[in-house]
């Protein structure tokens, strides 16, 4: 059974970093592209940034360009966003997801998901 586990969420001040971890266990993902959502009370699920597991290479939303990191490390099947420079509408749940087709940026296009964890920024 797949499944994705996130870590490292928690409470942060404005100006402040986290780093989430996801970490993928039930199969390998070479095939896959791993991408990060987030979603704030009352909005839609959004694309934050997603990586090819096979060759790394990553995509950013607008709400990760410039201060979001994705990385991934094959040896431990574990999937990263360094979020740097968090502001108070960073705060949201987080969501890692695979998938295997379509477009990375789509929700739709994922196929496994995790839990979330809560990422908070006070101001």
């Known amino acids: 059974q797949v499944q994705l586990i996130e870590s490292g969420g928690g409470l942060v001040q404005a100006g402040g970093s986290l780093r989430l971890a996801c970490a993928v266990t039930g199969r390998t993902f070479s095939s896959y592209f791993m991408g990060w959502f987030r979603q704030a009370p009352g909005k839609e699920r959004e694309f934050v940034a997603a990586i090819r597991w096979s060759d790394d290479s990553p995509w950013y939303g607008d709400s990760g360009k410039g201060r979001f990191t994705i990385a991934r490390d094959i040896a431990k099947q574990t999937l990263y966003l360094q979020m740097n420079s968090l502001r108070s509408e960073d705060t949201a749940v987080y969501y890692c997801?695979?998938?295997?087709?379509?477009?990375?940026?789509?929700?739709?296009?994922?196929?496994?998901w995790g839990q979330g964890t809560q990422v908070t920024v006070s101001s």
């Open positions: 997801a695979a998938g295997t087709t379509g477009r990375i940026e789509y929700v739709r296009s994922y196929d496994y």
